[in-house]
């Protein structure tokens, strides 16, 4: 069978699924996803929902890329809704979210469109109806509701300086053996 043979896609998804293989990367993902979206549930789409499973991400199966993004940190706690649509040479961190708003009454109801050579940081939230324009960056946990023009770069607001004297920030190291005896307690009192 050609599509097992050795370091194919397919290959390298059956060592990654019965656990002897760590190199699962992206192109294994869309490989499946492609799969998947053209109908062919079964299998399949078990080990899609297992991937997505793993690595604790929801990246729709009718969502739509250009090309594979780059995901530097892999594919953790990414969520990308259905109908979404990614441009080229996208980069995305762990923890974004592009999804789509369904609330009948928001004036911003939709999926989001990316452009193309977007950078998207760690914890950023793409909400809704929105374009993002070509060449923009998306600053971590920057929240966008609203249109990005070309070339633009989008931040969170600015942080707050609060002064305050006599901080103490010591770090108290957690006392395992605590926790595991104050949880036997509270279980015996339920």
Known sequence: MNMFKKNSKWFVLFKYLIGKGSNFNADNLFAIK????????????????????????????????????????????????NGAKIGKNCVIFHQVTIGSNNLTDSKNKGCPIIGDNVFIGAGAKIIGNVEVGNNCRIGANAVVVKDVPDNSIVVSQPSRIIYKENMDNTFYALDISKIGKANNETKKNI
């Open 34 to 81: 492609e799969v998947v979206k053209n109908g062919s549930g079964g299998i399949w789409a078990s080990c899609y929902n297992k991937v997505m499973h793993d690595f604790n991400c929801w990246i729709g199966e009718h969502s739509y890329f250009e090309n594979i993004p780059t995901f530097p940190h892999k594919f953790y706690g990414i969520f990308i809704s």
